[in-house]
């Protein structure tokens, strides 16, 4: 821990009163988030099955919430490590929509393009961009694009597996695609231009 | 005959098509009436609303505005993930009026509208119990799964978070015992059985999901189960597709199947392992089936490079062919 002056502690203190940050990660969140009803008790991290493999465990990154550190939060990788398995969510004495926080962080940090590592943000993209396109979800196309851009070497050892899984007919070369596309693509458009806020 | 309106997923028709083929054949015996949304999309499983909220929740309320056309309160899905996001969407919607109000504008661009709370959304495991009952389903084993010992696999995203109370326990849901226990099946105790397969930490961050889905398989061997049983096409395909690279990453040679209940409901109810999507795993199944007197069915010869036509040179397409040859003569 760096040393810090008494005067940086104390606007420290003040800054850790802006509560704008917390606030604003709680109002984008989908239904009422309750993250500033968070007590600090540590039982999301006691409870997470990866937590071993984030940077903070999701009570400290609700602490860094409360006293404002915007960047180092959406840098963090700890929504990236979510597996979505909500034990956090169902073990919360205040009910803390805390997976759905997660995803708030994501969208955020992906807006703000503070994230770090790209391998996990440009696999959320490009399965959007495939679901944008064709409606559905199109594997074969993710995997290729996404193991050739970001771990060509993993795909030697995935090679009997692809195979395996495009010869017992697992996956498709082709997308499909469904008939509303043009429905699809105008509700999400008109998607687009809104946010909670 | 109960009807349901019926949202498969994208996963039911490419790598969980075992899921879709041996529910197709167990539905009618059980007097499950399955009635397709016409024309869904994709649910945006956990990617999408991680990426831009009001679209996430737009997409996947497009499906509950074409659902409830249908004029059947009641939507079955059998995909975890799918059923987690519809309910979760009809519940936010209801839940937080602002989010409600923002996804009927979207969904008004494409002249459709979903009136939050107005359907019934439910995992295909909670309708077998509680329409079709236990009793029901027993008195029509007519091959009870006797010495087959089954590991529970029921996963996350079903009995959690459970926005409707619909399940026995968010952490030792005892549903999927209770059905695998009316096939005649042994089933083993599995301290893994609600906990996570790692999602799709398989496709971006591998060591994190190799991990769980060790402690999950070693778990299933500790207990001397011959096959895991799952509800959800990503578990399965974590726990049987990526088992060979857990294995390389972890030194060790774990060789355990996975299959979708529906499939050995399907075996009990007397159907032939080739009706039941046998024989499309990647850890074979045949072991553990010997031991209730079942072949599964060789792989087919009939490859989809065949009937979909390559999206790339036929130079490449000649190579991709011999590799595959190639492969199929290593598993001979």
């Known amino acids: 821990m760096p040393t810090m002056t008494d005067e940086q502690v104390r606007a420290h203190l003040t800054h850790e009163e802006d509560l704008s940050l917390l606030h604003e990660v709680s109002m984008k969140t989908a239904g009422v988030s309750r993250l500033e009803m968070c007590i600090q008790c540590g039982s999301c991290g006691g409870s997470c099955p990866s937590g071993m493999d984030m940077d903070h465990t999701p009570r400290m990154v609700f602490a860094m919430l409360r006293a404002g550190m915007r960047d180092e939060v959406l840098q963090s990788n700890t929504p990236w490590v979510c597996v979505s398995c909500y034990h956090c969510v169902v073990r919360c004495p205040q009910n803390v929509h805390i997976t759905d926080v997660m995803y708030t962080l994501k969208a955020m940090a992906i807006r703000e393009k503070k994230y770090r590592d790209v391998a996990a943000p440009e696999f959320a993209e490009t399965f959007v961009e495939m679901v944008e396109k064709y409606g559905r979800s199109y594997e074969f196309g993710l995997a290729t694009r996404h193991y050739l851009k970001h771990a060509p070497l993993r795909m030697v050892g995935m090679a009997a597996m692809g195979l395996g899984m495009l010869r017992k007919g697992r996956m498709s070369m082709k997308p499909r695609t469904i008939k509303g596309m043009d429905q699809l693509t105008a509700i999400l458009n008109k998607a687009k231009e809104m946010e909670l806020t | ?332």
């Open chain 2, 1 to 332: 005959m109960s009807a349901y309106t019926f949202y498969p997923g994208c996963a039911m028709e490419s790598n969980a098509k075992a899921y879709y083929t041996s529910l197709m054949a167990v539905a009618k015996p059980l007097g499950i009436n399955l009635e397709e949304i016409e024309d869904w999309n994709c649910c945006g499983a956990t990617e999408y609303v991680g990426m831009n909220l009001i679209p996430a929740y737009s997409l996947i309320a497009r499906n509950l505005a074409l659902a409830a056309k249908m004029g059947n309160k009641t939507v079955l899905s059998p995909c975890s993930a799918c059923y987690l996001n519809l309910a979760k969407a009809d519940h936010y919607m209801t839940e937080r009026p602002a989010l409600g109000e923002k996804v009927n504008e979207a969904l008004a661009a494409g002249g459709l509208h979903y009136q939050p709370g107005s359907l019934d959304i439910r995992h295909l495991l909670d309708v077998l119990i509680n329409d079709i009952g236990l009793d029901n389903l027993k008195a029509k084993v007519v091959r009870p799964l006797k010495g087959l010992r089954v590991a529970p696999y029921m996963g996350c995203m079903v009995p959690r978070p459970d926005y409707n109370n619909r399940w026995s326990d968010a952490e030792h849901p005892v549903e999927l015992v209770e059905v695998l226990q009316a096939i005649g099946a042994e089933v083993v105790d599995f301290p893994g059985a609600a906990t996570c397969c790692g999602g799709h930490m398989t496709q971006i961050g591998p060591e994190t999901a190799f991990e769980l889905i060790r402690r999950l398989i070693s778990s299933a061997e500790r207990s001397q189960a011959d096959i895991m049983v799952t509800v959800c096409p990503m578990c399965q395909v974590n726990v049987d597709a990526y088992q060979g690279e857990t294995n390389r990453h972890f030194g060790t040679n774990y060789q355990m199947p996975i299959v979708f209940f529906t499939q050995l409901v399907g075996l009990a109810l007397g159907f032939p392992p080739d009706k039941l999507g046998f024989g499309t795993e990647i850890t074979s199944t045949e072991k553990a089936l010997a031991r209730i007197g079942v072949d599964i069915p060789k792989p087919t010869e009939d490859t989809p490079h065949k009937q979909a036509g390559l999206p790339m040179p036929s130079c490449l397409r000649k190579n991709a062919k011999g590799k595959v040859q190639h492969a199929e003569k290593e598993a001979a």
